[in-house]
């Protein structure tokens, strides 16, 4: 199974991103997916999860009202809408495949992982 996490780069602060992560080699509908990130000198982060069929989703405080987990079934793909972007946002934002149909914040519930897309916020 792989993941490969795309849509990220440089944007000034109050701006948006979205980011892709697309997952091959097995089936996407049994899993939730989760997005992390880990920003220079710091731990890896839990940011967002999206469950199985959608129907729940999961978003750290300092996210909330300003990102958005959604999935595409057909395209295997899940997104990560990033609105009113700030330099604390600046990271490396990982997408991982959970190892069951609902999943929370903690990383030992995911068991794949991509290897990650730069989001740097500066103006």
């Known amino acids: 199974l792989q993941l490969v996490e795309s849509g990220g780069g440089l944007v000034q602060p109050g701006g948006s991103l979205r980011l892709s992560c697309e997952v091959s080699g097995s089936t996407l509908e049994d899993y939730a997916i989760g997005w992390f990130r880990q920003a220079p000198g710091k731990e890896r982060e839990f940011v967002a999860s999206i469950s199985w069929n959608g129907d729940t989703t999961n978003y750290a405080d300092s996210v909330k009202g300003r990102f958005t987990i959604s999935r595409d079934y057909g395209k295997s793909t899940v997104y990560l809408q990033m609105n009113n972007l700030t330099s604390e946002d600046t990271a490396i934002y990982l997408c991982?495949?959970?190892?069951?149909?609902?999943?929370?914040?903690?990383?030992?519930?995911?068991?794949?992982w991509g290897r990650g897309t730069q989001v740097t916020v500066s103006s």
């Open positions: 991982a495949v959970a190892r069951g149909p609902y999943s929370g914040s903690s990383q030992s519930n995911y068991q794949y």
